[in-house]
């Protein structure tokens, strides 16, 4: 049953936690790419003066799961809106390192060199398209609701293959439990295991998710997160800083097979 | 010139990229006639909101600068803020479509 096992893993708070966003200290000295995520970035101190509007300063950063250190690292990206354009590549959005050989990290530091240059090389199209697609505009504004970034990144995280599910325990035996109530039928919950903080321009996002037995985590929490950034960018034109991706339980098969009926009638 | 609340949401519903309009969260935002009351649509400090559930699908300030064309007309030159509150998953429209009483129970 789906629900006791939820709610055995909320209870004991084992659940097999596996954190991606946790990683030994090496892996970031690794890179000049990265900063810890305590830090806020230099620029954005000027951002928030700016009067368009940004989101405010990150203490959300500070949350560290017991005993163990938070990864997150950033990496740089593509900037957009016009207000970022003196700034050398401005955006931010949270990375994953595997935890495991060296070799493997620097293939990644490789990869974050290769994903910034390809994403300077976006930013003249991006600073075009902001221009069409801005949320604030001289004939008003647009403000798009919090639940509407949730639904987005949920569905959006819901698509790549090796999610099993969303959710913390707690909200995951509740969800089983309301999806089994009839009255307004409300099917599953898309926001769940999904907070994201919203600003005018920029969006965060956390995400909070069971994967399948047998896959490589990093690489979903990666995929997770590019496509998430990707659909969120994409639908709604804000610009998301970071999306931290929390794996809290392994799916093994069978959980949810029907009970075998009783021996005894 | 003072804007046409009325003719505002009937253009925002008009508008193909508009699922619906929308009370907000607490479903208070409406304009209050005497016996009526237009749901989503208000008049604020000189500012004409509109609060939509967009379809999925369309980057939403693709939806928005669609929509303030589409109510500007009838806005009286008042600047026009679009809320998206919702949005509306091809599932939800599915959901919709189906009578409440066969939906129910796994």
Same mark, same amino acid.
């Given at each position: 049953?789906?629900?006791?096992?939820?709610?055995?893993?909320?209870?004991?708070?084992?659940?097999?936690?596996?954190?991606?966003?946790?990683? =030994?200290?090496?892996?970031?000295?690794?890179?000049?790419?990265?900063?810890?995520?305590?830090?806020?970035?230099?620029?954005?101190?000027?951002?928030?003066?700016?009067?368009?509007?940004?989101?405010? =300063?990150?203490?959300?950063?500070?949350? /560290?799961?017991?005993?163990?250190?938070?990864?997150?690292?950033?990496?740089?990206?593509?900037?957009?809106?016009?207000?970022?354009?003196? $700034?050398?590549?401005?955006?931010?959005?949270?990375?994953?390192?595997?935890?495991?050989?060296?070799?493997?990290?620097? $293939?990644?530091?490789?990869?974050?060199?290769?994903?910034?240059?390809?994403?300077?090389?976006?930013?003249?199209?991006?600073?075009?398209?902001?221009?069409?697609?801005?949320?604030?505009?001289? $004939?008003?504004?647009?403000?798009?609701?919090?639940?509407?970034?949730? !639904?987005?990144?949920?569905?959006?995280?819901?698509?790549?293959?090796?999610?099993?599910?969303?959710?913390?325990?707690?909200?995951?035996?509740?969800?089983?439990? !309301?999806? !089994?109530?009839? /009255?307004?039928?409300?099917?599953?919950?898309?926001?769940?295991?999904? !907070?994201?903080?919203?600003?005018?321009?920029?969006?965060?996002?956390?995400?909070?998710?069971?994967?399948?037995?047998?896959?490589?985590?990093?690489?979903?929490?990666?995929?997770?997160?590019?496509? /998430?950034? $990707?659909?969120?960018?994409?639908?709604?034109?804000?610009?998301?800083?970071? /999306?931290?991706?929390?794996?809290?339980?392994?799916?093994?098969?069978?959980?949810?097979?029907?009970?075998? =009926?009783?021996?005894?009638? | 010139?003072?804007?046409?609340?009325?003719?505002?949401?009937?253009?925002?519903?008009?508008?193909?990229?508009?699922?619906?309009? @929308?009370?907000?969260?607490?479903?208070?935002?409406? @304009?209050?006639?005497?016996?009526?009351?237009? @749901?989503?649509?208000?008049?604020?400090?000189? @500012?004409?909101? &509109?609060?939509?559930?967009?379809?999925?699908?369309?980057?939403?300030?693709?939806?928005?600068?669609?929509?303030?064309?589409? &109510?500007?007309?009838?806005?009286?030159? &008042?600047?026009?803020?679009?809320? &998206?509150?919702?949005?509306?998953?091809?599932?939800?429209?599915?959901?919709?479509?189906?009578?409440?009483?066969?939906?129910?129970?796994?």
């Amino acid at each position: 049953m789906g629900s006791t096992s939820s709610l055995a893993g909320f209870f004991f708070g084992l659940g097999g936690v596996t954190d991606v966003t946790l990683m =030994p200290s090496r892996s970031k000295s690794a890179s000049a790419l990265t900063t810890s995520p305590t830090l806020a970035p230099s620029w954005r101190t000027d951002a928030e003066t700016s009067p368009l509007g940004w989101r405010a =300063p990150a203490a959300r950063h500070v949350h /560290v799961p017991s005993g163990r250190e938070l990864v997150s690292s950033m990496s740089m990206r593509g900037i957009e809106g016009p207000n970022l354009a003196n $700034q050398p590549d401005g955006g931010l959005r949270g990375e994953v390192s595997p935890g495991g050989a060296d070799g493997k990290t620097r $293939q990644q530091v490789t990869n974050a060199r290769a994903e910034v240059s390809l994403m300077a090389q976006q930013t003249t199209t991006d600073i075009r398209g902001a221009e069409g697609g801005a949320l604030v505009t001289g $004939q008003g504004r647009t403000s798009i609701a919090d639940s509407v970034v949730e !639904k987005i990144a949920g569905v959006a995280a819901r698509e790549v293959s090796g999610v099993h599910e969303m959710g913390r325990g707690a909200a995951r035996a509740f969800g089983t439990i !309301k999806e !089994k109530i009839p /009255v307004g039928a409300s099917g599953p919950n898309m926001t769940q295991g999904v !907070k994201v903080e919203v600003g005018e321009r920029q969006a965060a996002i956390d995400i909070d998710l069971v994967v399948e037995y047998g896959v490589s985590i990093p690489d979903v929490a990666q995929a997770v997160r590019d496509n /998430v950034i $990707q659909r969120i960018e994409r639908m709604t034109g804000l610009e998301v800083t970071e /999306v931290n991706v929390s794996v809290d339980d392994v799916y093994l098969g069978g959980d949810d097979s029907p009970p075998e =009926p009783p021996r005894v009638q | 010139m003072t804007p046409n609340l009325e003719a505002v949401a009937a253009a925002a519903l008009g508008c193909p990229l508009i699922a619906d309009l @929308t009370g907000g969260r607490f479903g208070e935002v409406a @304009t209050y006639l005497p016996g009526r009351r237009i @749901t989503g649509v208000r008049e604020v400090d000189g @500012t004409v909101e &509109v609060h939509v559930v967009a379809r999925w699908g369309t980057p939403l300030p693709e939806v928005a600068d669609v929509l303030r064309a589409a &109510v500007e007309p009838h806005a009286g030159g &008042v600047p026009v803020a679009v809320f &998206v509150e919702d949005i509306e998953l091809p599932a939800d429209r599915i959901r919709a479509a189906i009578p409440e009483a066969t939906v129910a129970t796994p």
